[in-house]
RNA sequence: CGGGGCAUAGUGAAACGGCUAUCACGAGUCCUUUGGGAGGAUUUAUUCUGAGUUCGAAUCUCAGUGCCCCGACCA
């Protein structure tokens, strides 16, 4: 699509300037708005709907493999808290408190949960008696509070919204089993919903989740070759049913600490389809997840045979796609284009005097800007074909984008060449060695991003040591 | 948490210690328009907060707060 370099830019240039595109993007497309207190953002009808929709198909996935619902508290009592010594100390500073009811200081001051393993675990340890209980498998639909110096709008934000599913197991293979099974529902709302291709793998004993036994990561590769987690699932063992004293009465009568799972997803995807998709006309929804699957754009609202046609035309759609009609009489058909496609509308419908005489209208896809005529009579066939093309055709692009930025290495020099070209994913082979990793990261400023569950063996060396290599690691730099 | 920078309308800027704080874009109202960013009329500010210096402060001083960039930490 051509560039239009002429016209006064009301959004960075996405080479330029990747950061500000970024935040211009959220603010100029309506997705969200800035608040008094840093870090905490206003999501806009628009932006939330997004989250709807993510959330709506996630939640039917969840109940499919028997996820039950439920709500905990916001406040955390302390010593609840500390009881996991890995995991008070990985989240301790980031942690907001509660020190006071009105005037009155409190004796014991409450944190406002960062995340929920504590309170599930302290829970579970009344609700689950005998093995007759188990599995329970919940999840709440939440926000959640840590107290990042860092901010971004959905990537990284004080509070964000999110679900975290918590379960417990009476053995450990059905918990490690569920761990990989929410994982794998994380990859196809990503891949199929948010047309985004993702890596998916296990997490190194430096990068895993505090107090997990075992974490597993679906990442994700953003337009400037950096790389978002997007998606993350743990197997506990019984890390935290020790400390909490999560017994169940087994068959055999005995008493056994239960076996626990946690798994999230966060209004960080927000922030995923806007770096994996966006480009210098803006915003670029995938037809899946967009609000807005189709805007109409009547031309000329004086003329009331077009206008009358668009309505019903509207009228047609609006029974099988999210769809919009723009109205609005102050501005001009031009502006109202570029303002949809900012707002990454995958497709936009022309209908004007012409159209009318042809009983037809012009089909605009956002990703290539091609522009179609379909007759009126053949418009729901036609919008649902090219609605699945358009949803192809990105996660396509992105797919490319994956395997263009993906390059093995076979020694630290080529690894620092390598990222510094702005390469996305850079795999080479690791000894295990948590002083290797360590010295990849600083010289590379690459941290690995987990090791793949397809491995290949591109060298039987460490990348840094030269010892005995262990795993193949994908290595990035991050978000 | 270290090092640096900035703070004027919704946004971006201008204004020597001195006249009614100026301009562009945006937004609101009204009229005329509408096939790739329309035109006219009109409206739109406790110059971040607090104190000080001065006949007089957006401008100088001090303190506070907020934001941005670079490192360390992070979903």
């Not at 939440?142 to 599913?165: A, M, Y």
């Not at 996660?395 to 070209?421: G, H, P, Q, W």
Request: charged share 30%.
């Amino acid at each position: 699509m051509n560039d239009n370099k002429n016209y006064v830019r009301e959004i960075t240039n996405i080479e330029d300037d990747f950061a500000k595109w970024y935040t211009d993007i959220v603010i100029k497309a309506d997705l969200a708005d800035y608040t008094d207190v840093k870090g905490f953002m206003a999501i806009k009808p628009y932006g939330f709907a997004i989250w709807e929709n993510i959330k709506e198909y996630a939640d039917k996935e969840f109940k499919k493999v028997g996820v039950k619902n439920v709500y905990l508290p916001l406040l955390i009592p302390e010593d609840l808290l500390n009881k996991e010594k890995d995991h008070i100390e990985g989240f301790a500073p980031e942690v907001a408190w509660v020190t006071h009811g009105g005037a009155q200081e409190l004796e014991n001051r409450f944190c406002i949960r960062p995340t929920s393993e504590t309170l599930f675990s302290n829970l579970y340890g009344k609700w689950v008696k005998s093995w007759r209980d188990l599995p329970m498998v919940y999840n709440q639909w939440c926000s959640v509070i840590r107290w990042e110096k860092e901010t971004k709008p959905f990537l990284r934000t004080r509070e964000f919204l999110w679900q975290e599913g918590h379960t417990v197991h009476d053995n450990a293979e059905e918990a490690k089993d569920l761990t990989l099974k929410m994982l794998s529902i994380y990859r196809e709302l990503i891949e199929k919903k948010l047309a985004i291709p993702v890596l998916q793998g296990e997490k190194t004993e430096t990068e895993k989740f505090a107090g997990a036994e075992n974490t597993y990561t679906v990442e994700t590769l953003m337009h400037d070759g950096k790389i978002l987690q997007a998606g993350t699932s743990h197997y506990f063992g019984q890390n935290f049913s020790r400390p909490f004293k999560i017994k169940f009465l087994n068959k055999n009568e005995e008493e056994e600490y239960v076996y626990q799972t946690s798994w999230g997803i966060s209004t960080r995807l927000i922030g995923a389809i806007i770096m994996a998709h966006g480009d210098n006309r803006g915003l670029k929804l995938p037809p899946e997840i967009a609000p807005i699957q189709v805007i109409i754009v009547p031309i000329s609202l004086s003329n009331e045979v077009v206008t009358s046609k668009a309505n019903e035309l509207f009228d047609v759609l609006n029974k099988s796609f999210r769809v919009e009609i723009d109205k609005r009489d102050n501005y001009s058909p031009g502006y109202k284009f570029n303002d949809w496609e900012m707002k990454g509308v995958p497709v936009r419908i022309e209908i004007g005097p012409k159209d009318v005489l042809e009983n037809q209208c012009i089909i605009v896809e956002r990703d290539t800007g091609d522009k179609t005529a379909i007759k009126l009579d053949d418009i729901d066939p036609e919008l649902r074909k090219i609605l699945n093309n358009i949803q192809k055709r990105m996660f396509d692009a992105c797919k490319n984008n994956k395997e263009n930025r993906t390059s093995s290495v076979n020694s630290l020099d080529e690894f620092v060449e390598r990222i510094n070209e702005n390469q996305g994913y850079i795999k080479a082979m690791w000894c295990g060695d948590k002083e290797c990793e360590a010295e990849i990261r600083e010289k590379t400023g690459a941290k690995s991003r987990c090791v793949p569950f397809e491995q290949e063996k591109i060298s039987d060396k460490c990348v840094v040591c030269g010892k005995k290599a262990k795993h193949l690691v994908f290595w990035g730099r991050q978000y």
